[in-house]
C-alpha cells in the first residue's frame, strides 16, 4: 500500500482563487511528520509547511494552511489568493519515526498546479 | 546563509562509465539525505548520514551506488558502472538534526543522463 497518497495528477485555478491539492497518508506510528514541497519547473525542491502529529491546531505559512485530519489520515494543502508563480508541482511527504528508512521522506507523486490568469 | 549546492547540475554520461556527484550541505547541518527522482515522480530515498556515517544506505539499489561523507560536511554519490535505467535527477537534502520533526532542505540537485 502507498504510505503518501495524492490522487490529483492536475488542477487548475484562476489568479487569486483558492486550491486546495489533496493528500491522504498511511502510518501504524504514532509519532510522525507531515510536509509539502513545492517543485518549480527549475527542479529545486522548496520546503513549504510542516505538521506534526500531535499539533493540535493546522500549521499556517503565509498563503498555505494545512487542513490536518488526523482520524481521516489526511494533511491537505491549501493555498489562498493563487498566484502565477504558485503554477509547479506540488508534493507531500512524510516521515515517520519507525520507519526501515530511518529518518527519511516519503513522498507522495505530486500533483502539478497550474495558476491561469 | 548558503543553501544546499550540487554539482555538477548536469552530468552525461556513457553507459559502464563512472560517475560521482556532489552536495555541499547547510553549513551545521549533521544529517545529510541522498534521494533520486525519475521523471514525473516523487524522490525516493537512498541513503541518509548522521555526521560522518551512513545511518541507514537501505535505499540504495544495488552495490554499483555508494556514498561517503569523511568530513561529516560534503557528501559525494558514486556510481560505478552506470546503466541507462541509473538517468535521473539525483537531489541532495540535509537537516540540523536528523530529527521527525526537522525540515530537509534541498538542493538543485543533479540531472544525470547516461547514453
Known amino acids: 500500500a502507498q504510505k503518501i497518497t495524492q490522487t490529483q495528477p492536475g488542477m487548475f485555478v484562476q489568479e487569486k482563487e483558492a486550491v486546495t491539492l489533496d493528500c491522504t497518508y498511511d502510518t501504524s506510528d504514532q509519532s510522525y511528520g507531515l510536509f509539502w514541497y513545492k517543485q518549480p519547473s527549475s527542479g529545486e525542491m522548496i520546503f513549504l509547511i510542516y505538521?506534526?502529529?500531535?499539533?493540535?491546531q493546522n500549521a499556517t505559512e503565509g498563503r498555505y494552511s494545512l487542513n490536518f485530519q488526523k482520524a481521516r489520515k489526511s494533511a491537505n494543502l491549501v493555498i489562498s489568493a493563487s498566484q502565477l508563480g504558485d503554477s509547479a508541482m506540488y508534493f507531500c511527504?512524510?516521515?515517520?519515526?519507525?520507519?526501515?528508512?530511518?529518518?527519511?521522506?516519503?513522498f507522495g507523486k505530486g500533483t502539478t498546479l497550474s495558476v491561469s490568469s | 546563509g548558503a543553501g544546499v549546492s550540487q554539482t555538477p547540475s548536469n552530468k552525461v554520461t556513457e553507459k559502464g562509465k563512472y560517475v560521482e556527484l556532489r552536495c555541499d550541505p547547510i553549513?551545521?547541518?549533521?544529517?545529510l539525505y541522498w534521494y533520486r527522482q525519475s521523471l514525473g515522480q516523487g524522490p525516493e530515498f537512498l541513503i541518509y548520514f548522521q555526521g560522518t556515517g551512513a545511518a541507514d544506505d537501505s535505499g540504495l539499489p544495488n552495490d554499483r551506488f555508494f556514498a561517503v561523507r569523511p568530513e561529516g560536511s560534503v557528501s559525494t554519490l558514486k556510481i560505478q558502472r552506470t546503466e541507462r535505467g541509473d538517468s535521473a535527477v539525483y537531489l541532495c537534502?540535509?537537516?540540523?538534526?536528523?530529527?521527525?520533526?526537522?525540515?530537509?532542505?534541498f538542493g538543485p540537485g543533479t540531472r544525470l543522463t547516461v547514453l
Open positions: 553549513s551545521g547541518h549533521t544529517a
Open positions: 511527504a512524510m516521515r515517520e519515526t519507525d520507519n526501515q528508512a530511518g529518518t527519511a521522506l516519503i
Open positions: 537534502a540535509s537537516s540540523l538534526t536528523g530529527g521527525y520533526t526537522d525540515t530537509q532542505y
Open positions: 505538521q506534526g502529529s500531535y499539533d493540535e
